[in-house]
């Protein structure tokens, strides 16, 4: 196991634990680690950009969903696949760590943003997917860039008021966080909070909405996630699944 440091500080995030498995097979393809299942197991995936980056890798694991996994119009959310015993279930992203950490789930594929704002105690996250790039950056209105030095107290619109508050807190300020799932961007403009703290990728939203990015907080990609108790309970029989999505990763072009 090896820990590499967290961008962030706090209980949790001074070490973001990342579980690295060795890969003793190579890829499924040709040599069929679904043969090893023993149990039946389901694999968290979120809906949306990630999802279509991830079946790529499903793919080069050798894992077949079912048809109607690719269906836009189906509203089943669990599906089967070729690997014996293995089914799919599509979750809201936030979800995904919520269904792993609790049970309902013995994998999933996660942001780090997830991660580093649910604290993600009951999880190993043992693949980096490389997947999903974009930034965690506090951003508003250019004229409120003064604020970051000279007050004590700062109101923010963001998903994620944890990480807001420790990004924060490491300054002195103390950060009174408002919670939205979406349309961060409307919140300085419209009087609601001066800052936000929004994932980034190209930065073109910020800038159509009159907004500057005043700090990048944390690189985020996707992560493989593990239940903590099913792999130290079930280690043969995920241990196959893990290191398929292992080699994927490394012979993705």
């Not at 004229?143 to 994620?160: M, N, P, Q």
Request: net charge positive; proline share 5%; glycine share 6%.
């Amino acid at each position: 196991m090896v820990e590499y440091s967290s961008f962030y500080s706090g209980r949790f995030f001074v070490n973001l634990t990342i579980f690295f498995l060795s890969a003793t097979h190579h890829s499924p393809l040709t040599t069929h680690h679904s043969q090893l299942i023993t149990m039946p197991l389901t694999l968290a995936l979120p809906k949306g950009r990630i999802l279509t980056e991830f079946t790529v890798f499903l793919e080069r694991a050798g894992i077949v969903p079912e048809a109607e996994f690719f269906s836009s119009k189906t509203r089943r959310l669990r599906f089967s696949t070729s690997w014996p015993g293995l089914s799919l279930i599509l979750v809201r992203s936030f979800d995904v760590a919520t269904f792993v950490a609790f049970g309902g789930a013995q994998l999933g594929v996660a942001g780090q943003d997830v991660l580093l704002e649910t604290g993600a105690e009951d999880l190993y996250a043992p693949v980096d997917l490389n997947i999903g790039h974009c930034r965690l950056s506090l951003a508003g209105m250019p004229e409120a860039k003064g604020l970051l030095t000279s007050a004590s107290h700062v109101r923010v619109a963001t998903k994620y008021p944890n990480l807001t508050r420790r990004h924060f807190a490491v300054r002195g300020i103390q950060a009174e966080c408002i919670k939205l799932s979406g349309a961060m961007e409307l919140a300085p403009s419209l009087g609601l909070a001066p800052f936000i703290v929004d994932l980034v990728s190209s930065g073109a939203t910020l800038a159509a909405n009159g907004l500057e990015e005043f700090e990048r907080i944390v690189p985020i990609s996707s992560r493989l996630i593990v239940n903590r108790a099913a792999w130290k309970t079930s280690q043969s029989t995920l241990h196959p699944l893990v290191t398929a999505f292992a080699d994927a990763v490394k012979t993705r072009v």
